[in-house]
């Protein structure tokens, strides 16, 4: 979950408030990152953690910038300009920023590894975005503050699939357009109530629209469908925090609050109407208790300390549920820390992931040989689902950070994520799904007239047709529902490791090496009673492992820097003969300039080698014929930004 100032501002929306790239960085003061499992304090959305970007309170003068850059290969052509203001004054201060961002799409022509799809269809889609970020504090007394903190966005996007390789859209095609507005507003209050103890009190108003329109092509007849999302939240929570008692070892502190939360989205799909409303009342506390301290000189326990946490959520459509949080840390010596954290998490659905319709696809039997009569058809849905319900999760961390000294630290940590009825698609891909006795639940054969029209007439876009003939219900031999739903189980497990190593080189120069990895393991069970199948490393899900590392040399004036990327291999099981996905290397150069005292030049080339994804099979000419949950299509991209202070 992505904090704002300290601020949710995430919500069931349709698109994400917080966009990291419209920030600026001489906007951000600096990025607190709590990469366990955090929701017994912030909410269910950060089980996997929190990320909160800190602004910088006394922001004074004017920037602007502006970049350009594109993919070698065609497409991506991206323009980004951004103003950032501010002023400060006594107990008080303000900061603005403006950012536009425009890049063109990746067509299917523009890659040889997608040379079986429709040329004109889009890998990457086209993007026009206008963001706008207030952000102001003022001190209303010596003991009452008052902060705000306003996001606006608005934009468009769109995107093509031909559902036939040889023909143009308007024979068998569909045409995305999606225009898209957010607004989110958190005011804050913040007291010194007394005894070193703070209150806060928090409010957010959001909204989140979308206009979506679909055009399905057949024969160069357009049948066009509608979408309109309006999603609004509004919350309110107070808290406070300070100190209990003193303990040999420091503070004991507590961290408490409650509040109230409102999430309803107005629906306008396939000519239905939907309006429904969830609410939720929450209540959290932290202990964090402190065994042993610095000040205490004890031998062996420099520092040590148990954390603990409970969360009360009951929400209007699914009752209440408590989830638990505990921590431990302990640092032998002021070298050393050794931590461990255990929670359990409980997730509703959002109202989009289950109303904001799915899409059906009729698609030829291909890649079964024999076994269906010559022009045999099927019938796949996929998209959300109304009948999802909530899930739940159970998570543990082992952590350990050794800095032996101010140049070199080592983090690495052991994580385990088990998850119960998680929302998610059963499959990545159509392809292989009739004959994998996994999946015998989700395909009907032989579906009757009346099935195959309630599917469509059901779903929230048109039929799409990828057989390049006619739609004969009697030669469909399958539907199959691929839509989101409760997986009975999953499991993440894992280790991290992150190094960094500073080594100063004189005349204020450094040189910086810093290395990040991952290796996971993932298995799932669809159904109870069902096998137990991999996930990770296997297609359209996370290889088992991640890296990257590089060397940034320079000093305040000049920096150049290179990093070295890599995304495992993974194996497609989706025919009777795995293939292997083979890894990809990639290579990304950085260098940055000052010039003069207000102006800054800096190049970046990604990916400068142009590696490329290996193809991968499809079910028909408008499946994507790559990996691209893991592996981009953008290739080797140069880029230029320039920026000056006023």
């Given at each position: 979950?992505t ?6 501002f995430?919500y069931?929306?349709?698109?994400s408030?917080i966009?990291?790239s419209a ?9 607190e990152i709590?990469?366990d499992?955090?929701s017994?304090?912030y ?11 800190l602004l ?6 004017v920037?602007?910038s502006a970049?350009?850059g594109g993919?070698t290969d ?9 103003l950032?203001?501010g ?14 961002f425009d890049n063109s799409a990746?067509?299917?022509?523009d890659?040889s590894?997608?040379?079986?799809s ?6 990457y889609?086209s993007l026009?975005?206008h963001s706008l970020?207030l952000?102001?504090?003022?001190e209303?007394?010596p003991?009452l503050?008052l902060?705000?903190?306003?996001i606006?966005?608005?934009g468009?996007?769109q995107?093509?699939?031909g559902?036939l390789a040889d023909r ?10 999606n225009?898209?507005?957010t ?8 007291a010194e109530?007394g005894g070193?103890?703070t209150?806060?009190l928090?409010g957010f108003?959001?909204t989140d629209?979308t ?5 399905n092509f057949?024969?160069?007849v357009?049948?066009?469908s ?8 509004v ?6 925090e300070?100190p ?8 004991v502190?507590?961290?408490a609050?409650?509040?109230w939360r409102?999430?309803?989205i107005?629906a306008?799909v396939?000519?239905r109407?939907?309006?429904p ?6 209540a959290?506390g ?5 065994l042993?301290?610095?000040?205490q000189d ?12 409970l969360?009360w959520?009951?929400?209007s ?5 408590v ?14 820390s050794?931590?461990?954290s ?6 509703m ?9 799915y899409t059906?696809v009729l698609l030829?039997v ?11 058809t099927?019938?796949?849905?996929g ?9 739940r999760?159970e998570?543990?961390t082992?952590s350990?950070t ?7 630290q080592?983090v690495?940590?052991l ?5 119960r009825?998680r929302v998610?698609?059963p499959f990545?891909s ?8 996994l999946?015998t639940s989700?395909v009907?054969?032989?579906?009757s007239?009346?099935?195959l029209?309630a599917?469509?007439?059901g779903a929230?876009d ?6 390049g003939?006619?739609y ?5 031999i399958?539907l199959?529902?691929?839509?989101d739903r409760?997986?009975a189980?999953q499991?993440?497990e894992?280790?991290d490791?992150s190094?960094r ?7 204020g120069?450094a040189?910086t090496?810093t290395v ?9 069970q669809l ?10 490393g296997?297609?359209f899900?996370?290889p ?15 920096t ?6 890599f ?6 099981r989706?025919?009777?003969?795995p293939a292997?996905v ?11 300039i000052k010039?003069?005292?207000l102006?800054?030049?800096s190049?970046n ?5 142009n590696?490329?994804?290996?193809r ?5 000419p ?5 990996d ?10 140069f ?7 006023w």
């Amino acid at each position: 979950m992505t904090l704002l100032n300290g601020n949710r501002f995430a919500y069931s929306g349709t698109q994400s408030v917080i966009d990291i790239s419209a920030i600026p960085t001489a906007a951000v003061e600096r990025i607190e990152i709590v990469a366990d499992g955090a929701s017994a304090i912030y909410g269910a959305d950060a089980v996997a953690g929190v990320v909160n970007i800190l602004l910088r309170k006394d922001y004074e003068g004017v920037t602007t910038s502006a970049r350009l850059g594109g993919s070698t290969d065609g497409g991506n052509f991206q323009q980004q300009y951004n103003l950032l203001g501010g002023a400060k004054w006594s107990g008080g201060g303000f900061m603005a920023t403006y950012d536009y961002f425009d890049n063109s799409a990746i067509l299917a022509r523009d890659r040889s590894y997608t040379a079986t799809s429709n040329p004109a269809s889009t890998l990457y889609p086209s993007l026009k975005r206008h963001s706008l970020l207030l952000s102001g504090h003022q001190e209303l007394t010596p003991s009452l503050r008052l902060k705000a903190d306003v996001i606006y966005k608005r934009g468009d996007m769109q995107s093509v699939r031909g559902l036939l390789a040889d023909r143009p859209i308007t024979t068998r095609g569909l045409v995305v357009d999606n225009e898209f507005e957010t607004f989110g507003v958190a005011p804050t209050l913040e007291a010194e109530i007394g005894g070193a103890w703070t209150a806060r009190l928090t409010g957010f108003y959001g909204t989140d629209k979308t206009y979506g329109v679909t055009q399905n092509f057949t024969n160069d007849v357009e049948a066009r469908s509608i979408r309109i999302f309006d999603n609004r939240s509004v919350s309110v929570e107070a808290g406070i925090e300070g100190p209990l008692f003193t303990l040999p070892g420091g503070d004991v502190r507590l961290a408490a609050g409650g509040g109230w939360r409102s999430n309803r989205i107005v629906a306008l799909v396939a000519g239905r109407n939907f309006a429904p409303t969830r609410e939720n009342r929450f209540a959290y506390g932290e202990l964090f208790v402190p065994l042993a301290g610095p000040a205490q000189d004890l031998a062996f326990a420099h520092r040590a300390s148990i954390t603990a946490a409970l969360r009360w959520e009951d929400y209007s459509d699914s009752g209440s549920i408590v989830t638990p949080k505990l921590g431990f840390v302990y640092a032998p010596a002021p070298e050393l820390s050794l931590g461990v954290s255990w929670g359990r998490s409980f997730k509703m659905p959002t109202l989009n992931q289950q109303y904001s319709g799915y899409t059906p696809v009729l698609l030829p039997v291909t890649g079964y040989g024999t076994l269906f009569p010559p022009g045999s058809t099927y019938l796949y849905i996929g998209g959300p689902n109304p009948d999802v319900g909530p899930e739940r999760s159970e998570n543990m961390t082992l952590s350990a950070t050794f800095q032996p000294s101010p140049r070199l630290q080592i983090v690495t940590s052991l994580f385990r994520i088990d998850y119960r009825d998680r929302v998610a698609p059963p499959f990545g891909s159509p392809l292989g799904i009739l004959t994998n006795p996994l999946f015998t639940s989700l395909v009907t054969f032989n579906p009757s007239a009346a099935q195959l029209d309630a599917a469509i007439v059901g779903a929230s876009d048109p039929l799409g047709n990828a057989t390049g003939g006619p739609y004969n219900p009697a030669n469909v031999i399958a539907l199959i529902d691929g839509r989101d739903r409760n997986i009975a189980s999953q499991r993440y497990e894992g280790a991290d490791l992150s190094l960094r190593y500073r080594a100063p080189v004189g005349g204020g120069r450094a040189l910086t090496v810093t290395v990040n990895a991952t290796w996971l393991d993932s298995r799932q069970q669809l159904l109870p009673g069902l096998p137990v199948t991999d996930l990770a490393g296997t297609i359209f899900n996370s290889p088992h492992f991640r890296a990257r590392g590089g060397a940034t040399f320079g000093d305040e004036r000049f920096t150049i820097a290179s990093f070295v990327n890599f995304t495992g291999g993974v194996t497609d099981r989706r025919r009777a003969v795995p293939a292997k996905v083979s890894p990809v290397a990639t290579v990304d150069l950085a260098a940055r300039i000052k010039i003069g005292d207000l102006a800054e030049l800096s190049v970046n080339a990604l990916n400068i080698f142009n590696a490329k994804p290996d193809r991968t099979a499809v079910a028909s000419p408008s499946d994507t014929p790559f990996d691209s949950t893991n592996y981009s299509a953008i290739g080797r991209f140069f880029g230029l930004t320039i920026s000056r202070d006023w």
